[in-house]
């Protein structure tokens, strides 16, 4: 049997971050899907996909993105069903995510956000050790004759 989702499309609204009473992160959110083709009147329309993630995926999911963000989700498609507190039954069809992938790059609206941005590196002695690749970012001289193949 395969159960499958792989869909790509923006978050309706910022991820909602719960935790269980064991402590395990959860975060429900729902994800706009056009559809490929075209409706009778020349428009795309789209569907609303309900998703859950769990654990440190969803506390990453909610750091990284917001309403709007565009994402890719890979995951299974899953029923349940519960009784509300008026005694009916509801049903619900969900994506169980079992990973995201970022599909935009940051804008300077989402730098105002809660995640800070990763700056530098904290300040070393040089004399501690002889790192090459502590130079931040910046070229590195290589010859040939250092590569060891």
């Known amino acids: 049997m395969i159960n499958r989702a792989v869909l790509v499309g923006r978050l309706t609204r910022d991820p909602e971050l719960r935790y ?14 056009d559809r490929q083709f075209t409706n009778q009147q020349g428009e795309r329309e789209t569907d609303f996909i309900d998703c859950v993630i769990w654990r440190k995926s969803a506390e990453n999911l909610s750091n990284l993105t917001h309403k709007g963000s565009l994402i890719g989700i890979d995951g299974t498609i899953q029923k349940s069903h519960y009784e509300n507190k008026e005694g009916h039954t509801v049903y619900q069809t969900q994506v169980v995510v079992g990973n995201f992938s970022l599909l935009e790059p940051k804008n300077k609206s989402e730098e105002t956000s809660s995640v800070k941005p990763f700056t530098s590196l904290p300040k070393e002695d040089p004399e501690q050790h002889n790192d090459p690749f502590a130079n931040h970012g910046e070229s590195i001289d290589i010859s040939d004759d250092s590569l060891p193949f």
Do not use: I
């Open 20 to 33: 269980t009473s064991n402590g395990a992160a959860m975060a429900k959110f729902t994800l706009a899907v």
